[in-house]
């Protein structure tokens, strides 16, 4: 199986905020890698597939990029509604796999 | 609007079956691989089960293989989970998730359906 770790666990910013969340895998995905945003109490919310390619409706504010086994997920401009865990996953192959997640919470 | 609703979560005894039911609309439900993805109380994300459009291409997470089955009824748009041999690691919040081109991108996802394995 393909594991997948994340750094930071979490980390704490403010409003107007850069983050940067990075992902590396256990083995090369061709870029199908993947990024979610999760809040509490709600369905999980798809923000960048295959590395790079903005979700429909997603702010352009989030950005992916990386390639082989390393990616980042960049968050500029901080809103208060992204407040939440985000989460890689790679879509290479079954089983797929999510990182362990990165809690985002206010400084 | 994508809209997927889940349902058919409680409690159940370990050892105990249980179905879940994934109503689809607002797309083409044929077209498109669906996922199960659970998340246990305090944990993170787990993906389960992926089942092609044509029902042809199947496969599970090895913590449920041979206990669970997904399944399909593209009549009635709906996503099936079949739960057997249920154990307290089963716990969880159980999402169904649609995909995209790739099976493996979960495009949207229903709010989910809470499963609680206990005596």
């Known amino acids: 199986d393909i594991q997948l770790t994340q750094s930071p666990s979490s980390l704490s910013a403010s409003v107007g905020d850069r983050v940067t969340i990075t992902c590396r895998a256990s083995?090369?995905?061709?870029?199908?890698l993947n990024w979610y945003q999760h809040r509490p109490g709600t369905a999980p919310n798809l923000l960048i597939y295959?590395?790079?390619t903005l979700q429909k409706g997603v702010p352009s504010r989030f950005s992916g990029s990386g390639s082989g086994t390393d990616f980042t997920l960049t968050i500029n401009n901080l809103q208060p509604e992204d407040f939440a865990t985000y989460y890689c996953?790679?879509?290479?192959?079954?089983?797929?796999?999510f990182g362990p997640g990165t809690t985002v919470d206010i400084k | 609007e994508v809209q997927l609703l889940e349902s058919g979560g409680g409690l159940v005894q370990p050892g105990g079956s249980l179905r879940l039911s994934c109503v689809a609309s607002?797309?083409?439900?044929?077209?498109?691989?669906m996922n199960w993805v659970r998340q246990a109380p305090g944990k993170g994300l787990e993906w389960v089960s992926v089942?092609?459009?044509?029902?042809?291409?199947?496969f599970y997470a090895d913590s449920v293989k041979g206990r669970f089955t997904i399944s399909r009824d593209d009549s009635k748009n709906t996503l099936y989970l079949q739960m057997n041999s249920l154990t307290a690691e089963d716990t969880a919040v159980y999402y169904c998730?649609?995909?995209?081109?790739?099976?493996?991108?979960?495009?949207?996802w229903g709010q989910g359906t809470l499963v609680t394995v206990s005596a």
């Open positions: 295959t590395t790079s």
């Open positions: 083995r090369t995905l061709a870029n199908y």
């Open positions: 089942i092609s459009g044509s029902g042809g291409i199947i």
């Open positions: 998730a649609k995909g995209g081109e790739n099976y493996g991108d979960f495009e949207s």
């Open positions: 607002g797309f083409t439900f044929r077209n498109h691989g």
């Open positions: 996953q790679q879509s290479y192959t079954t089983p797929y796999t």
